[in-house]
């Protein structure tokens, strides 16, 4: 199972900006015993919920401005690399969900089944190595460029990360098939977008498959 409350609207409101919106577009911190912020993304942690914008620049005001000592007004120490941290979470987490896809059926793996999910409408999200050959990602991306809609794609994993998720010898393209584990996926791996790019920039992968900003600036992965 992916987030505890991935199918259940609640609003929150981010710390810094003081607007109001969905769980899934933040990450939940809370007071720990000994003073610090500990992040909770899988939002099971007891304790009043302070809730950040899931991006590196919302976070770090946060800790900046000493917001989170305000809001449990309670006097808190934020580690300075906490943005750091939370990103390192979230990407196990979305190799985590990847792995249980896998175990699933609903991951395949490979160029050539790949293609084919891709051809038969299947597929929501396209997971290519990010040090993957360029002629194997270019005929994949192409193929799904005609679809309507497009699967989204992520590159931001080495084939490494992916090989130990996947259980694989040599993970390098991979597709995550529509369906419940693909929305669960798309929450955690929206959120990291708000911290790392989910296409590397020598790829030449045109805005629309990527990471987008939307009206307050955050990053977004467009549907």
């Known amino acids: 199972m992916g987030l505890r409350d991935a199918t ?19 990450i939940r911190f809370v ?5 610090s912020v500990a992040p ?35 006097p808190l120490k934020p580690a300075a690399d906490l943005a750091d941290t939370v990103e390192s979470l979230l990407v196990r987490r979305c190799l ?9 059926g609903v991951l395949i793996s ?3 089944k790949s293609l084919a999910n891709i051809r038969a409408g299947k597929v929501a999200w396209i997971v290519e190595a990010s040090n993957g050959s360029a002629d194997g990602r270019g005929k994949l991306l192409a193929l799904a460029g ?15 990360d992916l090989s130990l998720a996947l259980g694989l010898e040599n993970a390098i393209h991979a597709v ?23 296409i590397p920039t020598d790829w030449g992968v045109g805005a629309a498959e990527g990471p987008s900003k939307d009206s307050d600036g955050r990053s977004s992965v467009p549907s």
């Open 8 to 26: 259940i609207d609640r609003d929150r409101r981010d710390l810094v900006t003081h607007q109001v919106m969905d769980e899934s577009r933040l």
């Open 96 to 104: 985590d969900q990847l792995g249980l896809a896998r175990r699933e």
């Open 31 to 35: 007071a720990a015993p000994d003073g």
């Open 176 to 198: 995550l098939l529509t369906g419940g584990r693909a929305d669960r996926w798309t929450i955690e791996v929206e959120r990291l977008a708000g911290f790392r790019s989910l």
């Open 40 to 74: 909770d993304l899988a939002r099971k942690l007891p304790g009043r919920g302070l809730w950040v914008a899931a991006d590196r620049a919302s976070i770090q005001a946060a800790v900046k401005k000493n917001l989170f000592s305000r809001a449990a007004k309670t």
């Open 146 to 160: 005609h679809m309507s809609p497009p699967p989204k794609v992520c590159g931001t994993f080495s084939a490494d």
């Open 110 to 112: 490979g160029f050539e």
